[in-house]
């Protein structure tokens, strides 16, 4: 393709940009200039991006291979409620407060735009999960007794092995998304709060499971049975795992399958070395200079006049300049 430009538009670049290579989820706009719509996808709602992307996945291919079955009841499973508020056992609740409705809908749209980089910070805790659930709900507190209150809930899986035994402190995460992140919105005062608050699924609020008191039993019924088939998967999977650990023949072919991507690598390191040293050495090249002639108008402009390149057409770079002031 010809690196021209046409009708005064830049083509796109050949290669991918430094900043642009760690993205997880590249979708790119059919607009000029492209850019990733997915640029603010992190590693964290990717996994959960991809979980309901196969959970998607196997429900339309038992569709498609139970066709001859009720189409409603083939469909129930993909159009069900979410199953957020059962999936986890710890859940983070963001309150966002504030003293007047004008100014508590702005605060909320900043807040609600910075909640990824406290998804970001967390991921540095050892957790297995975080997932930010979208939706505002109602505030979950009623401390400070603002007029006006909105509240986005995190389920969050603590790293049993990366913990050791320890307690999950959130305090420093906590204080530096608040200087880092919500003290930059230009009208904060007062009156405008924001606070965190760790529930289990045993505290969190009716109104998270529906309207009325019907729904919100139907709910938590459906909830609990799915917590329980979790749990003793979950279980199924621990024993499993310890099972596997204390297996010598899975140990040692574990050990095997290690000990041959080792060696790969090992091998590969080889040839790179020994290709490089095929390689022939780059030819001398002259010595660069600093600036030519056409940059002497411009560092006139900037450099002092007892500076050498004030005065000074070329400069090898081999050439030492030394700096010395008029006493």
């Keep these: 393709m010809s690196r021209t430009r046409v009708d005064g538009v830049r083509p796109p670049p050949r290669h991918t940009p430094p900043a642009r290579r ?5 979708i790119v706009t059919p607009a000029y200039p492209a850019m990733n719509s997915s640029a603010n996808v992190n590693a964290w709602s990717f996994a959960v991006l991809r979980d309901e992307f196969k959970r998607g996945s196997r429900i339309c291919e038992e569709i498609v291979e139970n066709a001859d079955e009720d189409p409603l009841k083939l469909w129930a ?4 409620r979410t199953d957020f508020f059962d999936k986890y056992d710890a859940y983070l609740a963001v309150n966002v407060l504030g003293g007047d409705e004008e100014s508590f809908n702005s605060f909320k749209g900043f807040l609600g735009s910075r909640l990824r980089k406290l998804v970001e910070r967390l991921g540095y805790l050892p957790l297995r999960a975080i997932h930010l659930f979208p939706e505002e709900f109602e505030r979950t ?10 509240c986005w809930f995190l389920g969050i899986k603590e790293d049993v092995t990366r913990m050791e035994g320890e307690t999950l402190i959130l305090t420093h995460t906590w204080t530096e998304f608040w200087t880092e992140d919500v003290c930059k919105y230009r009208d904060l005062d007062d009156d405008l709060d924001v606070r965190l608050e760790h ?15 019907d729904e919100v039993a139907v709910a938590k019924e459906v909830a609990l049975e799915r917590r329980e088939v979790r749990h003793a998967r ?9 099972v596997e650990e204390e297996n010598p023949a899975l140990k040692a072919l574990k050990e095997a399958e290690e000990n041959a991507d080792a060696g790969t690598l090992k091998r590969a390191r080889e ?5 490089d040293e095929v390689k022939k050495p780059l030819a001398p090249t002259e010595a660069r200079t600093l600036h030519d002639d056409a940059d002497l108008p411009r560092l006139a402009a900037v450099l002092p006049p007892w500076h050498p390149l004030a005065t000074t057409s070329r400069v090898p770079r081999s050439k030492k300049v030394q700096l010395e002031l008029a006493s």
Excluded: K
């Excluded at 529930?199 to 008191?213: S, Y």
């Design 22 to 26: 760690n993205n997880l989820m590249p």
């Design 77 to 80: 499973p993909l159009l069900e």
């Design 141 to 150: 507190t009623t401390e400070g007794l603002a007029d006006y209150g909105g």
């Design 199 to 213: 529930l289990t699924w045993e505290q969190l609020p009716d109104f998270v499971f529906g309207d009325d008191q």
């Design 234 to 242: 979950e279980a199924e999977e621990e024993e499993l795992l310890a």
């Design 271 to 275: 040839e790179e070395a020994a290709e």
